[in-house]
């Protein structure tokens, strides 16, 4: 854990704090700490004072970040969060809330209604984006969760895909979740249909899709996600590939492991192959591609002479093109690493 976090910490202090706000009412939770403990850590983690009523017609404990216990009732203009049995906790801050003042009262109002014999089940909030987002529920309990998360359903939306150590710029204020997966846990996000960029790195959006095709959308995501390629291209749209996107997300690893993504390994042992390629792909003739890669045409003539023979087939035009941009594809998505932690700043 202490190693996650120096990593995380080179690359987002906020996420890394997120991460400690959780390994701290852990273990506040584990040790059986009382209410006031609880609330004199979360006041000291968040930097502003944290109240706590545990009961109908019980008073309000009030503690400031210093631990020491406030006078008088809680400021009107506070969020609250309400528990089972009239247990209530909030945070006072003054002003615009800071980047972990939500997850440091959503561990408060676990901890604590732990602490009062609330069943966990009854406090962790309902976990709807993943019923929005499994393909394995019925379309009726897709449409209930995302009622309850507010979507409307006269309108699409996308949804993006991130790995849990991406840098977010800013936050989307659509539904968030961490979403287990085949490649681990997605941060995901749904967003309006008219998102086609974020400054979020990495990540990927996926199509456009109404509501109650969401899951589609999040299958493309996490290949446009996983087409991303830090730090030069860090975040991708499925847009970008129209249809291939679908196909990909439609395909098992089986179908997309051709014989051509196999080929395409191979001459990836070049190191000029996968620029090359990329720029074969983004152009339309071997002059615009040799300005794409920074070669003069000849060289860009010579290599594509040298790959045709490599793949064993035509690919300058007709079916051979899309054989070779769907084969290129499907190589960088065995190949992708971007779900890896990366290496301590």
């Known amino acids: 854990m ?9 690359l987002d202090p906020d996420a890394s704090l997120g991460i400690r706000v959780i390994a701290c009412f852990d ?6 700490v009382n209410t006031r403990g609880l609330l004199a850590a979360a006041a000291s983690l968040a930097g502003c004072p944290a109240g706590a009523k545990t009961g109908a017609g019980r008073t309000e404990l009030r503690l400031g970040p210093s631990g020491n216990v406030l006078e008088g009732a809680r400021p009107d203009d506070v969020t609250v969060s309400q528990l089972p049995g009239g247990v209530r906790v909030w945070l006072e801050r003054s002003g615009p809330p800071h980047a972990n003042d939500a997850i440091i009262l959503e561990r408060l109002a676990l901890a604590v209604g732990v602490r009062a014999g609330i ?13 929005v987002l499994d393909s394995s529920t019925s379309a009726s309990e897709r449409a209930e969760a995302a009622g309850r998360l507010g979507l409307d359903a006269t309108r699409t939306h996308r949804v993006v895909a991130a790995p849990l150590f991406a840098v977010w710029a800013s936050h989307p204020a ?7 997966t085949a490649f681990g846990p997605v941060h995901a996000t749904i967003v ?14 996926g199509i456009a899709t109404p509501v109650d095709d969401l899951k589609s959308s999040f299958r493309t995501a996490l290949v446009a996600v996983r087409l991303c390629r830090p730090p030069s291209d860090p975040f991708v749209c499925a847009d970008r590939y129209g249809g291939l996107t679908q196909l990909l997300a439609d395909a098992g690893p089986s179908t997309i492991a051709t014989s051509d993504s196999a ?37 860009v003539q010579t290599r594509s002479e040298l790959l045709r023979a490599e793949v064993g087939f035509d690919f300058q035009d007709g079916y051979g093109r899309i054989r070779l941009g769907l084969a290129y594809l499907a190589w960088r998505l065995e190949s992708s690493r971007v779900f890896d932690l990366p290496a301590p700043g």
């Not at 202490?2 to 080179?10: F, P």
């Not at 273990?27 to 059986?32: F, N, P, R, S, T």
């Open 119 to 131: 069943e966990r089940r009854e406090i962790e909030p309902r976990r709807d984006l993943r019923v």
């Open 2 to 10: 202490q190693e996650l976090l120096g990593r995380i910490a080179a």
């Open 27 to 32: 273990e506040l939770i584990v040790g059986d």
């Open 192 to 205: 309006p249909a008219t998102t086609t960029e974020l400054d979020v790195r990495p990540s990927g959006v």
């Open 174 to 180: 659509g539904p968030s979740d961490v979403i287990s």
């Open 263 to 299: 080929r395409i390994a191979t001459v990836m042992t070049h190191p000029w192959a996968d620029s090359t390629i990329e720029a074969i792909l983004a152009t339309s003739s071997v002059r615009q591609a040799a300005r794409r890669a920074g070669v003069h045409h000849s060289t």
